[in-house]
Nanobody, 112 residues
Framework: QVQLVESGGGLVQAGGSLRLSCAAF????????MRWFRQAPGKEREFVAR????????SYADSVKGRFTISRDNAKNTVYLQMNSLKPEDTAVYYC?????WGQGTQVTVSS
């Protein structure tokens, strides 16, 4: 069974940092781009960041550019999202995605 399992979410004050992880089980995604999305209450799921399979290319939503960094470790089948200078508007459930697979999400709450 293929699973993507996110972790690292939590409650943090504005200006703080969190590091999310997404570990893949059941198959390797080393040949696939991996992405992070987020969904705030009452809003649609939105793209946050993407990293190519070979880590050469990354892209970010304008709202997180300069504050978030996506990375991956193919040997560990894991993708990360380092989130710095967090803002209350970053509050959302964060999901990782690879190919057709989605994780269950991890809650990030930023208090003002």
């Amino acid at each position: 069974q293929v699973q993507l399992v996110e972790s690292g979410g939590g409650l943090v004050q504005a200006g703080g940092s969190l590091r999310l992880s997404c570990a893949a089980f059941g198959r390797t995604f080393s040949n696939y781009a991996m992405r992070w999305f987020r969904q705030a209450p009452g809003k649609e799921r939105e793209f946050v960041a993407r990293i190519s399979w070979d880590r050469r290319t990354t892209s970010y939503a304008d709202s997180v550019k300069g504050r978030f960094t996506i990375s991956r470790d193919n040997a560990k089948n894991t993708v990360y999202l380092q989130m710095n200078s967090l803002k209350p508007e970053d509050t959302a459930v964060y999901y990782c995605n690879a190919d057709q697979e989605w994780g269950q999400g991890t809650q990030v709450t930023v208090s003002s």
